[in-house]
């Protein structure tokens, strides 16, 4: 009895493992790789148009994962420098997330994918150039009058023992 169940359990295993290895999946490698080559091409237009002063774009990160069979999730990582008008160099750090669905297409060779919500979680500046301020300088602020301490309503009182 015992090979009996042996070889019934080691069939199921082969068969599961072989429909593993051949099950295609719903969004493909090329879909993914289109979706962020779209996705890098955004992030430069709405850069360029946003901060036109804006150079050395890098893209630091840019990965998909399939959510369901018409939703990804894209992932994205993105510095750049930011010329202030004061002609100071900013850089600046955006992470953030985009949301896509598939639309239904007429031709169904073509995957129609489209934004459905883009957010940025993290936005760091890092300051390239230091401004120095250094005590009587101009730009010093003035004296003022010491503020007097504020009168207590209270009392205090001594809570605690007396050593003599």
């Known amino acids: 009895m015992k090979k009996i169940v042996s070889l019934v359990v080691f069939i199921a295993a082969l068969i ?17 790789s289109g979706i962020q080559m779209k996705l890098a091409d955004l992030i430069k237009e709405t850069l360029a148009s ?14 998909t994962e399939t ?12 510095k750049f420098v930011d010329i202030s008008e ?3 160099a ?7 997330e985009a ?4 639309e239904p297409s007429e031709d169904s060779k073509i995957d129609k994918w489209t934004l ?12 390239t150039e230091g401004s120095v301020v250094t005590p009587g300088s101009e730009t010093e602020v003035p004296a003022t009058t010491p503020a007097a301490p504020a009168p207590s309503s209270a009392p205090a009182e001594s809570h605690g023992t007396e050593h003599h």
């Open 99 to 102: 949301v896509l669905h598939r």
């Open 116 to 127: 459905q919500s883009v957010k940025t979680t993290n936005d760091f500046v890092t300051f």
């Open 50 to 63: 946003k901060k036109p002063h804006a150079k050395d774009l890098t893209i630091q990160r840019l990965w």
């Open 90 to 96: 900013l850089e600046q750090v955006i992470e953030g």
């Open 67 to 78: 959510l369901t069979d018409n939703k990804v999730r894209a992932v994205f990582s993105y």
């Open 16 to 32: 599961w493992t072989w429909n593993v290895v051949h099950t295609t999946e719903a969004i493909g490698f090329e879909t993914h």
């Open 86 to 88: 004061g002609g100071e």
